[in-house]
C-alpha cells in the first residue's frame, strides 16, 4: 500500500484564527477547507477523495479517486464512501466553525 507522505504533512499546518480565514481570497478559504476535509478518517488512510475547486461557485466537487479502494478489503468501495462522506461532514464542520454557510 502506498502512503502519500502529503498525508502526514497536513497536520502540521498552521489552523487559521477566524480572523485570519475571513482575510483570506477565495481560493485560500476554499483550500483551507479542503485541507481541514483531508484531516477527516479514512479507511486504512487512503484517503479515497479528490477536491476540485470552483471559484465562481464558491464550490467543491468531491470524487472518488478508485485507485485508492482496497480490493482486499473493500471489494464494493464501501469503505472509500464512508471515508468521502467523513471529509465532507469536516469540510462542513469547518466551513461552519468560520461562519460560511
Same mark, same amino acid.
Given at each position: 500500500?502506498?502512503? =502519500?507522505?502529503?498525508? &502526514?504533512?497536513?497536520?502540521?499546518?498552521?489552523?487559521? *484564527?477566524?480572523? !485570519?480565514?475571513?482575510?483570506? *481570497?477565495?481560493?485560500?478559504?476554499?483550500?483551507? %477547507? +479542503?485541507? %481541514?476535509?483531508?484531516? /477527516?478518517?479514512?479507511?486504512? =488512510? *487512503?484517503?479515497?477523495?479528490?477536491?476540485?475547486?470552483?471559484? =465562481?461557485?464558491?464550490? #467543491? *466537487? $468531491? /470524487?472518488?479517486?478508485?485507485?485508492?479502494?482496497?480490493?482486499?478489503?473493500?471489494?464494493?468501495?464501501?469503505? +472509500? $464512501? #464512508?471515508?468521502?462522506?467523513? /471529509? #465532507? !461532514?469536516?469540510?462542513?464542520? /469547518?466551513?461552519?466553525? &468560520?461562519? $460560511?454557510?
Amino acid at each position: 500500500m502506498h502512503t =502519500n507522505k502529503i498525508n &502526514y504533512e497536513l497536520w502540521e499546518k498552521h489552523l487559521p *484564527t477566524t480572523d !485570519e480565514f475571513l482575510k483570506l *481570497t477565495l481560493s485560500q478559504k476554499l483550500e483551507t %477547507l +479542503a485541507w %481541514l476535509a483531508h484531516l /477527516a478518517p479514512s479507511s486504512h =488512510n *487512503t484517503q479515497p477523495w479528490r477536491f476540485f475547486c470552483d471559484e =465562481n461557485t464558491f464550490s #467543491i *466537487t $468531491v /470524487a472518488l479517486n478508485k485507485s485508492s479502494i482496497l480490493p482486499g478489503s473493500d471489494v464494493v468501495g464501501m469503505q +472509500a $464512501v #464512508i471515508s468521502i462522506v467523513c /471529509a #465532507i !461532514e469536516n469540510f462542513d464542520t /469547518a466551513a461552519r466553525g &468560520y461562519g $460560511v454557510t
